[in-house]
């Protein structure tokens, strides 16, 4: 499966970016640093992994009777697929309507306004 056809949830999502950040990670220790506010049990936890698993997201390593996990795609292709997504679902496919609300709801760095503006004459050669 190609890594912009996989669906990731949010919940999905709040494990692979623990698993991007540092891994592998046995789900007990995925369970330990999952947002408190989440309450997740182990049992939620492994349900996630074996979904992820199921996508082809992560990857699984025995070691003794445990498994170890880590991502098996990447971060940037999930972030592109998601600003897909979102881009389709709200905003008709069309991004400047995007970039539009993201700047009048936060402040831009001069560093990201740069970024932005050879962005854009890149495009345009």
């Known amino acids: 499966m190609d ?3 996989i669906r990731i949830s949010d919940a999905e999502l ?13 789900a007990a220790e995925i369970a330990q640093r999952v947002k408190p506010a989440r309450q997740w049990s182990l ?17 699984a390593e025995a070691e003794g009777r445990r498994f170890r996990y880590r991502p098996a795609i990447d971060r ?18 069309r991004v400047s ?3 539009a609300q993201l700047v009048e709801q936060r402040d831009i760095d001069p560093a990201d306004l ?12």
Do not use: C, N, Y
């Open 14 to 26: 709040q494990l692979l970016q623990l698993l991007w950040d540092e891994s592998p990670l046995g």
């Open 114 to 125: 740069e970024e932005l503006e050879a962005l854009v004459r890149s495009l345009r050669k």
């Open 76 to 93: 940037e292709s999930v972030a592109g697929h998601q600003a897909d997504r979102l881009v389709d679902r709200l905003f008709g496919g």
């Open 3 to 5: 890594d912009r056809t």
């Open 43 to 59: 049992a939620t936890v492994k349900t996630l992994l074996s979904r992820l698993l199921a996508k082809g997201a992560i990857a």
């Open 97 to 99: 309507p995007l970039v």
